[in-house]
Structures are given as C-alpha cells and as structure tokens.
C-alpha cells in the first residue's frame, strides 16, 4: 500500500510539473489542447485543471470560438500564484529579488553584507521577505563558496557559514523548499538560460571575485560540480612555479602609476594563462567574464596574450556580461524549478490512478 501510495504521489507530482510547465510557456489552452500536447487523457487534464483552478494555480481565460458544439473553456497560468525569492550573499553587499512564476520582479534590492554576521542574520533577513511576501513558494540561496547538497563545505573567511545545511535549516525554519547554489554556478547557468544558449554549448564564466577567483563551468549544457562539489575553485591552479592564480591576483590595478601598470600586466598575464589552461583542457565556446571587472581594452590585451600560449585558432570568444543579472537570474532559474515541481494542490484521493 506504501508502495502505491509513493508511486501515485509521484505520478501526480509529474503531471503537476507537464501541466504547469505547458501553460507556462504558453499564453492559454484547453483540456483537449493540454491532452494533445502532453500525450495525458482528457479525465485527467480535466481532474488536476479542475484542482488548480479551486488552488488558485489556473483561471478561466475565456472560451473558444465555437466549432460546431459546445465552445471549449481555455486556461491561464496565474503567473502570482506563488512567487520566488533570489539571494545572494558576496563580501559587500548581498543581493535580492522577488519574482513570480513567470520571472516578473516584484521586487529587487541590495542591503549590507550578511556574511560578516552569523547565519542567524539571513534567516531573518528572510523571514522578513516571507512576510512582505507571504506568496513565496521557493528560495534559492547563493553563496561565495563550495555546496555540497545545500551544505556549504568550504567558504574562506567566513568559518561561521561552513558545514551548515542551509537548505535543511532554512526549510525546517520557514516551510517553503529551499536550493542553495555555488556563486559561479548560478551565474553561469543564469548566463547560458537567459542567453538560450544550445544544450550542447561548453562555457567557463570567470571572476575575480570580491573573496578570490572562481569559475562556474558548464559542459555540454550542464553544470559541472566535480566528485567533491569543489569545481570552480580555480584560485589553487598553480600557474606559476611559487604563485598560484589567487595569489597572482592578489595586487590589482589601483592607479595609473608605473606600478600599477605593471601590476595590471601581471593580472592580465594570470588571466591569460588560465584561459590557456581552460582552452586546452576543456575547449570551451566562450570565456565569461564581470564587466565590472574587466573592460573590453583589458579584455583584448587577455586575447592577444593568451595567444601566446595556445594557438588563437583554438582560443575560445572572451565575453564580458553583467555578473550580478546574470547570477540572480541563474538563482531565480533554480527557484522555479522548485516552484513547478512541487506538488501543492490538495487531492483527497492520493491513490487514484492518472492515464497518460
């Protein structure tokens, strides 16, 4: 009996997911067109539109126009059904928006950094948002560090946030279903969606950093987190034979003195040689890089000397975006999922039987 009980909890799970992702992506529809799309029988599309509609989650959007017969009722998403929450925690600043179901911002802000403070901060700073926003149906957290299935193992300097579960701590503490995400991660698979870049596309999305470098890898469209979920930590690279690339970028350009040049030539000089290093290794599309970080004079002296090191035919495009959009949008990406894929309408009959 628990076997059926699971089996139907996730078949119902499933279909919740198809039917919300088809209206999402479409304006309206009817039961016989949601049918056809989804390859489900019309009892059943009629079944779970009937208790979303009594949740909320769909509303009438009008009938069609008549064929002969009765005139068919077609069905709307409400994009305000449940609305997500996008977080993002760096040295400076930490970063938020508030969207709905279709990506709408409801709100976007900035406030002081939360990292020099315990994780006690966060949880209220969200709490908080909860309670401007009683709809949020999902937060998706992100964070300068390695993420091990919401845990975070390993964030330098901020030793009050390693090896906690946020993800566990967060949805005992509000409720709601939680996703915590590597900073580099969430930026490039913010980047490769927002851009509707191909499954099959290969890109490394480089930063600075406000806390040392990182990279965000995606290969063949997906997230690469290695078999420690410590990919992306590319400040250990031994680039040099006493230097390794945080080291290397530790001295910045701050200034127009010789000395600054100077140092400006070293960090290009380190930034090259770890797109060498990414183009032999992984052969990527493309190089992202913060263009708060890197200009596109910096970015053309990086090109011409990373020639140096890998023949240029074999270089992949340098390309500079905006890291914070592109971060949270990765965020908000995440967050959605969570939002389609979680069952909440109510259903007295958990046993039932769904035809596909």
Known sequence: ???LLTNAKDMKKAILQRIRTHLLHIENATKAEISESLGLSFPT???FLKLMEEDGEVFPAGVDRSSGGRR??????NPDYKLGLAIFLEKNATNYAVYNCLGQLKEQGTMASLLSADVTNAAKTIENLIKKHPKLGSIAVG???????????YIPNYEQFRTVDLKHDFEQQFAIPVIVENDMNAAVLGYTRKNNLSNK????????GQNGPGAGIVVNGEVIRGSSFFSGEIQFTPLYDHLNFGEALEKRDSGTSDHATA??????DAISRMVATFAVMLNPNAIIFNADEIDRSMLLQIRTKSAEYVPEEHLPELIVSDWIQ??????????LNLIVSETTI?????????EN
Do not use: C
């Not at 068919?72 to 998403?77: I, K, L, N």
């Not at 964070?143 to 193992?153: A, C, T």
């Open 1 to 3: 009996m628990n076997e």
């Open 263 to 268: 140092d400006k030539q070293k960090t290009v």
């Open 346 to 354: 109510p259903d007295n009959n958990e046993g039932a039987q769904y």
């Open 72 to 77: 068919a009722m077609r069905y709307q998403y």
């Open 326 to 335: 592109d971060y949270l949008y990765g965020l908000q990406s995440l967050g």
């Open 201 to 208: 596309v290969t890109i490394v999305y480089l930063y600075l």
């Open 45 to 47: 599309v009629s079944k």
């Open 143 to 153: 964070v300068p560090g390695s993420v091990k299935n919401g845990e975070i193992i």
